[in-house]
């Protein structure tokens, strides 16, 4: 058996995930190794939005104060239709859901969060970090786990932890159910300072324009003094199985030509040089295996429609790291807790984000239950979700 006392644990991957597992281990006082496969830690210059669940989890973590100065309070998350800029409902973000969820909703840059975390880490004296190193294989002999890299070198653990995300290698050794599912839906972003930016009416709110087969989605990064703009379009080419070069340029602009010139003109703000071909996977159990266990996007990867990915890969790592605290020799029990506790909680993220883009895509009648359904809320209204921003408790 296996035993956390005195001995490191291995995280392989050093994205959102990897370097709050880290933390979350120090923070029980049990060390680590994190080892990245690129030559530099880092994450994408774009923004993050955080929900109330991961903001209480970062605050046990340490980093909210170095991260509130550069994160946005949002006020409101505002749904307004594409097709007509009717503002079709809205979640204040208030005292209220406030009160109901234990903290704020905000929204960071991605580089702001990583880079509060890694901080932290850098602090931590159980915490070592590598870059360069890409997992290829691990061998589980029970009482250890030697991680073998690319460049030829190893290193021993009591467990590893793979934070390797969507194409993780952990999991294809793990779980081998080969690569993630193209969900043919594509994304384009762009950060743009706020003064040119034309329509300031939504100054601190989180704003999605829907409509068929597309959703834009804005707000405000780095203390407000960038806007964050993200496009998606659901490809017609890859629908009619054109499987190759689907969800260019042309396709954002054929797409987006029906909703309103406000939408249309949005669109300058993206950048078109660049694209993210969307992915998930059919959620499946069997994460641990011996003293092996997988996080986050690895384990339970997800498309963005509820913008909660890492989000719960930070959950992930709170969880993990106190059932990695009081496994005594039997790391296996510990991981295999850690799995029963997050399965359905993280699940249920990739199966509603599934939905939730079925009903921001949809046309025709369709369209219109949904609108309707949707004047009928209130802005207190939060039952959808109510599940995922109460989050979890940190445990004792
Ligand atoms: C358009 C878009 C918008 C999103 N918006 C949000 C949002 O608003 N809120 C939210 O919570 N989530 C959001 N997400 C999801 C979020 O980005 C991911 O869920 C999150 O980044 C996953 O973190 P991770 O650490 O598990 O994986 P990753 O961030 O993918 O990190 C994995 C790391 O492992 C490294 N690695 C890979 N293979 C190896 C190997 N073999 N050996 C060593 N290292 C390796 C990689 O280089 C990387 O650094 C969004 C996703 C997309 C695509």
Known sequence: MSNTSGREIIVVGGGIGGVAMALALAKRGLRSRVLEKAPEFG?????????????????????????????????????????????????????????????????VHRRDLHGALLDACRQRDEISLHTSKELVDFTDRGTSVIARFADGSEYEGA???????????????????????????????GVVPFD?????????????????????????LRGGTVMNNVATVVSGKFARGERENYGGPDEL????????????EMLSYVGKDKNWMLH????????????????????????????Q?????????????????????????????????RYLRAIRVPITARIFGEIIHC????????????AQRTPDTTWEVDWLYKGIEVPA
């Not at 054929?254 to 309103?260: G, H, K, Q």
């Not at 992930?316 to 807790?337: M, S, Y």
Request: hydrophobic share 40%.
């Open 43 to 107: 994450e994408i210059g774009y923004g993050i939005q955080q929900g109330p669940n991961a903001y209480r989890m970062l605050d046990w973590l340490g980093v909210m104060k170095a991260l509130e100065p550069q994160a946005v309070f949002t006020k409101n998350m505002i749904l307004i239709d594409a097709l007509t800029d009717k503002e079709l409902t809205r979640i204040s973000c208030g005292p209220a859901f406030h009160q109901r969820f234990g903290a704020p909703y905000t929204v």
């Open 159 to 189: 467990a590893l932890i793979g934070a390797d995300g969507l194409r993780s290698r952990a999991r294809e050794i793990v779980i081998g159910d080969g690569p993630p599912r193209p969900a043919g839906h594509v994304t384009y972003r």
């Open 196 to 220: 040119q930016i034309k329509d300031q009416s939504h100054f601190d709110d989180m704003v999605i324009w829907i409509g068929p087969n597309l959703h834009f989605v804005q707000y405000r």
């Open 253 to 264: 602009t054929e797409v987006f030509s029906r909703t309103t010139p406000h939408v249309q």
């Open 280 to 307: 998930d996977r059919d959620p499946l159990p069997g994460w641990t295996r011996g003293n092996v266990t997988l996080l986050g996007d690895a384990a339970h990867p997800t498309l963005q429609y509820l913008a």
């Open 309 to 341: 990915g890492a989000c719960m890969a930070i959950e992930d790592a709170v969880v993990l790291a106190a059932k990695l605290e009081k496994a005594g020799k039997d790391v296996n029990a510990a991981l295999l807790a850690y799995e029963k506790e």
């Open 363 to 374: 046309d025709g009648g369709a369209r219109d239950l949904r609108n309707h359904l949707m």
